[in-house]
């Protein structure tokens, strides 16, 4: 019965079978379509707030984030089928399609403006844009944008979609990711195991700073 189960599970992944790695340098385009997407985001709402804006500090936001980042990140939960992750129940039971319409809808929702200002000068900031070559912490707005906005070059190459927006994110949710790229050993696609390389030098008191400041920033 569990093998059969798992069986199942692998025939409906759409990347890659559960162990596989997902090189993602040459990605395509989510398609989608927005409109379909949105018949079918009900349940996921509950927690990530209304049209993706979430509420609960520790539910990522998903308005406005790009399509490539969201379908990946959907069809990773479903590939890893990690029942830590409330995220696993979540995906199971959808197709393909539904994934990239899915992605599709959040990307085109207007994410709500965070209600602190972020500080140009704040120690997060200065990261984001500088790094610290003495604690070996790399910019991030090389990948990230200069505003956090998603990658300087989304506009002209697909694979960069699926490289995320982080302004406006949840900061709880945004150390706990930045820990799990540095202390988990899990990286199952090219792109995460980019971040987790990055994340490696971060130490918590970098990851806090981070944090406070991408959450503050407008998306
Ligand atoms: C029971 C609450 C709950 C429900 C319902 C839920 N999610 Fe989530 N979701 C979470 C939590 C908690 C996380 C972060 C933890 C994790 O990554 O495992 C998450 C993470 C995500 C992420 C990753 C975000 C990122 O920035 O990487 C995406 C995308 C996502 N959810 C989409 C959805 C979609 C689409 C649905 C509906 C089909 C849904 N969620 C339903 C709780 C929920
Ligand atoms: C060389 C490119 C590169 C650099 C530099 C980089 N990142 Fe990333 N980052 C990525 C990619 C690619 C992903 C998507 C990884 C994935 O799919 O899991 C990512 C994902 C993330 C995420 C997950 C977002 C979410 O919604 O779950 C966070 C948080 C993040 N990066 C923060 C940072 C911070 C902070 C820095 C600077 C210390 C940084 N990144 C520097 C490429 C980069």
Known sequence: MKRLYAIALLL???????????????APAVGGD????????????ACHGPSGNAVVPAFPALAG???????????????RADPASPMTAQVQTLSDQDLRDIAA??????????IATATANAPGARLFRDGDPVR?????????????????????????????????QQ???????????????????????????IAHNL??????????WLATTPR
Do not use: W
């Open 105 to 114: 809808y959040f990307a085109a929702q207007r994410r709500t403006a965070p």
């Open 34 to 45: 927005a409109a379909a997407g949105s018949a079918k985001v009900m349940v996921c709402v």
């Open 65 to 79: 984030q790009h399509a490539g980042y969201l379908y990946q990140s959907l069809a990773g939960f479903r590939r």
């Open 171 to 197: 900061s709880d949710y945004l150390v706990a990711r930045l820990r799990h790229y540095r202390d988990s050993a899990l990286a199952d696609t090219s792109n995460a195991r980019i971040m987790q390389g």
């Open 136 to 168: 070996g912490i790399v910019p991030c707005q090389g990948c990230h944008g200069l505003d956090a906005q998603g990658h300087p070059q989304r506009m002209q190459a697909a694979r960069y979609d699926y490289y995320p927006a982080l302004a406006g």
């Open 12 to 26: 409906a992944s759409p990347f890659a079978a559960a162990g596989e790695f997902v090189d993602l340098r040459d």
């Open 203 to 212: 130490d918590d008191t970098a990851i806090v700073d981070l944090a406070a």
